[in-house]
């Protein structure tokens, strides 16, 4: 089993930065892919980024150019660089794992999901 952290989240304001993490512990994968979504309550879950055990990573457009997902294989920890923040940023924000390589933006393929941390942009 796989167990899921995150933490990071919080109050900025517009054009700030945050960083998330999220910290996984349990069984490792030899092959595996590790993303980030965020959700409204309500709403439908967006794909975010992801990297994979390659180091290959994929953004979604809205966050192409001030996002950056990296990972550290030797603390088993992904962050999420955030810059340039805005207010339509303000969702909660869960990383996720699939045992596979592709860099899919299906939230379906993804069997393992941490329990979310909150990020607040104010304008």
């Known amino acids: 089993q796989v167990q899921l952290v995150e933490s990071g989240g919080g109050l900025v304001q517009a054009g700030g930065s945050l960083r998330l993490s999220c910290a996984a512990s349990?069984?490792?994968?030899?092959?595996?892919?590790e993303a980030w979504f965020r959700q409204a309550p309500g709403k439908e879950r967006q794909f975010v980024a992801a990297i994979n055990g390659n180091s290959r990573t994929y953004y979604t457009d809205s966050v192409k150019g001030r996002f950056t997902i990296s990972s550290d294989n030797a603390r088993n920890t992904v962050y999420l660089q955030m810059n340039s923040l805005k207010p339509e940023d303000t969702l909660i924000y869960y990383c996720?794992?699939?045992?596979?390589?592709?860099?899919?933006?299906?939230?379906?393929?993804?069997?393992?999901w941490g329990q979310g941390t909150q990020v607040t942009v104010s304008s």
């Open positions: 996720a794992l699939k045992t596979a390589s592709g860099l899919s933006t299906d939230g379906e393929e993804y069997g393992y």
């Open positions: 349990g069984r490792t994968f030899a092959f595996y892919t």
